[in-house]
């Protein structure tokens, strides 16, 4: 969204950098000091719980309001946020500041890299004075006028909140469905028409996940409900365009809340690929796209501790499973029945993340020390090319790439010092291309300096850290530092570009990610090292980090 609210530019980061510089400048503080009110005191109203043989005593189960419309509770929601506008009174002058400077630094107008896909060119652009982007497409090669197939401003209308969560195109390119969310609560409500027709119909579907998938007949359309309750997508539908969802033909229950549903359609089309998924476990289900109504079969039943991810190209499925090593191999098999061929092999300290098939090419996102590679392998030569970034550190990823008979890839890069970047990538010719960059008004990318660097934590295991600063502002040992860290359910923070992050690094700030064990940074031994029993791993990975930066001078030691 980019003319975003003020809530949106300044939540987040600015609230941070507020923290600090008021922090660090005590006399502020202290004029502010006698009109600060004091914090108000939630009452403590016993509840006693009992679940799965264990009794528990809440004092605080009174706050729990789904309906959000107990007075007792907004009366104390509305006194905690009065105690924090007044705390946050001396830095009002800075918050308003910084909000001006990163919404000058931000495009007004603008548009993503156009994409074709089944006949038509795809597109989407933002228009200065407007919250929400509009979706378009015309027929690829044509010279004529974009159709709009979505407006959100319109759709945003009457509403305090609005999401755009999926958008499916039927394969007749004759219909669309949305799904929208106007509560800000990720439960959505879905609309469709026809592209000839003007009129929406609304709220065809209530209380279901952001995810849509035609079946091949252009008549199905496939959704996840969710638990009313706990919002868990679990269900899967059949639904019928046009018809009343008391129609609809439920094909699918999860009964364990440890794993999510989701669909999408595989590369061939042929299939609806049904994921479900925990933390630790996966299975997939498929439903032919051609013959919708026929029942879904399992393609390789759950084992716990294993994860597999699957596509299907050219009459195979390519599986990206865990089930030989912690990192994962490529696999492929002809049927469900067959046993799985090994296409790449779990490699030693490589962690494959995804990848992508065309025609003549596989094209690997691969992950080693914390870095993100992309690799392409030709299917008859087995030659294989690496994608070459100049930053140190940065962040790239496998973009759009609906077309398996192209010689283009598509592919996204950042840097800590670099915009969020699309490039082309000849897979013939070997020649990259800058389709895009995010515009960043002010912007100039050689006053900043980023680094990796490598810190020895306490048990002797080494945690990479992502840096960036200033380089005319930096004074070994003088400058305040701001260090960030996750480490939780594999997750990688990778280094991206903030342009909010400016504001940070223009007042000397040095900027520090430390990618601690728990994260996913250096494959899934990484995340292992820093759950369970193994947790504390993050927590004295950050600390040592904390120490080895300061020690040498990447931050001034008050």
């Known amino acids: ?35 600060i ?27 729990r309001d789904d309906a959000r419309k107990d007075k007792q509770v907004i009366d104390y929601l509305k006194a905690e946020n009065a105690y924090t506008e007044s705390v946050m009174a001396a830095g009002k002058t800075l918050e308003n500041t910084l909000y001006n400077e990163m919404v000058e630094r931000m495009a007004q107008n603008d548009a993503s890299v156009p994409y074709d896909y089944n006949g038509y060119t795809y597109q989407t652009i933002y228009q200065e004075g407007k919250d929400f982007p509009i979706y378009q497409r015309k027929p690829i090669g044509s010279d004529g006028e974009w159709e709009i197939l979505v407006d959100g401003n319109e759709r945003a209308k009457g509403h305090e909140f609005y999401q755009l969560g999926d958008l499916a195109i039927s394969p007749d390119n004759k219909r669309i469905a949305i799904a929208e969310d106007k509560e800000g609560r990720r439960n959505y409500t879905v609309a469709y028409k026809d592209l000839t027709d003007k009129t929406w119909q609304e709220n065809v579907l209530t209380n279901i996940s952001a995810n849509l998938v035609w079946a091949n007949d252009s008549q199905t359309l496939f959704y996840v409900d969710k638990d009313p309750q706990t919002l868990l997508p679990y269900q899967i539908y059949r639904h019928q365009y046009g018809s009343d969802r008391k129609q609809d033909v439920k094909i699918f229950e999860e009964n364990d809340d440890r794993f999510y549903t989701w669909m999408e359609k595989s590369k061939s089309e042929d299939y609806i690929l049904v994921t479900i ?6 299975e997939y289900r498929l439903i032919d796209a051609n013959a919708p109504e026929k029942p879904m079969v399992v393609f390789s039943p759950r084992q716990e501790g294993r994860e597999y991810y699957i596509d299907h190209f050219k009459g195979e499925f390519y599986i990206r499973s865990n089930h030989e090593s912690e990192l994962y191999g490529l696999y492929k098999t002809a049927s469900i029945d067959a046993p799985w061929q090994t296409v790449i092999a779990p490699q030693p300290e490589v962690d494959l993340e995804s990848f992508e098939l065309f025609n003549r090419w596989l094209v690997l996102e691969e992950r080693k020390q914390g870095l993100v590679s992309l690799r392409q392998i030709d299917w008859k030569t087995g030659q294989s090319t690496n994608i070459i970034f100049d930053d140190p550190v940065y962040m790239a990823w496998l ?80 400058n305040p530092i701001l260090i960030y860290g996750y480490g939780s359910y594999g997750s990688s923070i990778d280094p991206s570009f903030s342009s909010a992050r400016l504001s940070l690094l223009d007042r000397g700030f040095v900027y520090a990610i430390v990618h601690v064990r728990g994260g996913g940074e250096l494959g899934k031994r990484w995340y292992n090292q820093g759950k369970m029993e193994h947790k504390v791993n993050s927590f004295t990975d950050f600390i040592d980090a904390t120490k080895y930066l300061i020690n040498q001078g990447y931050g001034a030691p008050k």
């Open 277 to 282: 998924a925990s933390s630790t476990t996966s």
């Open 37 to 63: 009110m004091m914090p108000p005191k939630a009452n403590k109203i016993p509840h006693v719980m009992t679940d799965h043989g264990d009794t528990r005593t809440d004092n605080y189960y009174w706050l």
């Open 399 to 478: 973009s759009v790439n609906p077309q398996a008979d192209s010689e283009e890839l598509r592919f996204g890069y950042t840097s800590m010092t670099t915009p969020s970047s699309t490039y082309q990538w000849n897979m013939q010719t070997k020649e990259k291309q800058l389709l895009k960059q995010q515009e960043v008004k002010g912007f100039k990318h050689d006053l900043y300096e980023s680094e990796r660097i490598w810190v020895k934590a306490q048990d002797g295991i080494e945690v990479p850290v992502s840096l960036v600063y200033r380089k005319d502002l930096f004074k070994k040992g003088e």
């Open 1 to 35: 969204m980019l003319s975003a609210t003020r809530k949106t530019v300044t939540q987040g980061l600015t609230g941070a950098m507020m923290a600090i510089l008021i922090t660090a400048t005590p006399t502020m503080a202290q004029t502010e000091k006698d009109v």
